[in-house]
């Protein structure tokens, strides 16, 4: 008998290495031909079933069935993500306590630190904005890393790189620059790249040490590229310049979001265990609390005064 097995997450010949030890220790097989994204399977019927390689499949962390897995367009995900707020709770949950740990952070800044460092002369102008971009980084890498460890799944190796490498790459330019603007361009290299690096590795290891790497590399290339954005753009409209690398950052971060619903959540039987309130918002607060100290206390470049 033949059969065509849909397997979706395919992606490199070490993918289809996994497989074929798999399936060869399977009785029952007498041939195989893995393409793309399908396992052709010749297979003696009386010894097993299309669902048994099925399952034997799933086994090793690969999305499987007999019939072909349907891919919504962006336009029809966000559709049914308006729509479906059951099937997408821990979603709709994040963005939640996202917006909610943003404000306690903005209060945090106007607060506490406010009333502590306002006899510093010109505080809110020399500080204020980078607070903002502080804040904003922090939550929004933070959300990313909520969402993806919501989700208890075996991930596949291109996919895990991709994890560590968005999350060490985002986590050293964003934190980097931010830093890097009020304090220089050592300060801030060092504070993304171990930043970047340290949170990179530790995302992409969810599939073993490419991942790892990959997060590891993304960090430290990030981290340096960071400040370096900010001191060579210091004296030529920096200001306006960071909205619009801000919200571009921000989106990459979204984008990951929904690369982890379609390549991690769909089509799959996964354990959600998301991270409650109080842990991702001190984590956050400490985080925040954290690089504001450095910030105001860490060396500064001259060329910054």
């Known amino acids: 008998m033949n059969a065509t097995i849909y397997v979706p997450d395919i992606e490199c010949h070490s993918c289809v290495r996994v497989i074929e030890r798999k399936l060869h220790g399977l009785q029952g097989i007498e041939k195989l031909k893995i393409a793309s994204e399908a396992v052709d399977v010749e297979y003696d019927e009386a010894l097993v079933k299309p669902d048994n390689i099925?399952?034997?499949?799933?086994?090793?962390?690969?999305?499987?069935?007999?019939?072909?897995?349907?891919?919504?367009?962006?336009?029809?995900?966000?559709?049914?993500?308006?729509?479906?707020?059951?099937?997408?709770?821990?979603?709709?949950?994040?963005?939640?306590?996202?917006?909610?740990?943003?404000?306690?952070?903005?209060?945090?800044?106007?607060?506490?630190?406010?009333?502590?460092?306002?006899?510093?002369?010109?505080?809110?102008?020399?500080?204020?904005?980078?607070?903002?971009?502080?804040?904003?980084?922090?939550?929004?890498?933070?959300?990313?890393?909520?969402?993806?460890?919501?989700?208890?799944?075996?991930?596949?190796?291109?996919?895990?790189?991709m994890i560590g490498m968005i999350i060490g790459m985002q986590a050293g330019l964003m934190v980097g620059s931010v830093v890097g603007a009020v304090n220089g361009f050592f300060t801030?290299?060092?504070?993304?790249?171990?930043?970047?690096?340290?949170?990179?590795?530790?995302?992409g290891h969810c599939c073993g040490i490419m991942g790892t790497l990959q997060g590891m590399m993304a960090g430290l290339m990030g981290g340096t590229m960071g400040p370096m954005i900010s001191l060579m753009m210091f004296s030529n409209n920096l200001l306006i310049f960071m909205p619009f690398f801000m919200a571009l950052n921000v989106l990459i971060l979204a984008g990951f979001s929904y690369m982890i619903i379609e390549e991690v959540v769909e089509h799959r039987q996964v354990e959600r265990r998301p991270a409650d309130f109080q842990l991702f918002?001190?984590?956050?607060?400490?985080?925040?609390?954290?690089?504001?100290?450095?910030m105001l206390y860490a060396p500064k470049s001259a060329f910054l005064g």
């Open 54 to 161: 099925v399952q034997m499949i799933r086994n090793s962390g690969f999305r499987a069935s007999t019939e072909p897995f349907d891919r919504k367009t962006m336009k029809e995900r966000l559709r049914d993500f308006r729509e479906n707020r059951v099937k997408y709770a821990i979603e709709w949950q994040g963005v939640k306590y996202t917006l909610i740990v943003f404000l306690l952070l903005a209060a945090f800044d106007l607060l506490l630190v406010g009333a502590f460092f306002r006899g510093i002369p010109g505080f809110w102008s020399r500080y204020g904005w980078w607070l903002f971009y502080l804040d904003l980084s922090v939550v929004t890498l933070g959300a990313a890393l909520w969402h993806f460890t919501a989700y208890r799944a075996k991930i596949t190796c291109m996919v895990g790189m």
């Open 188 to 203: 801030g290299a060092m504070v993304g790249m171990l930043l970047g690096a340290v949170v990179g590795g530790i995302a």
């Open 281 to 294: 918002a001190s984590a956050s607060l400490i985080v925040t609390a954290g690089l504001t100290l450095l």
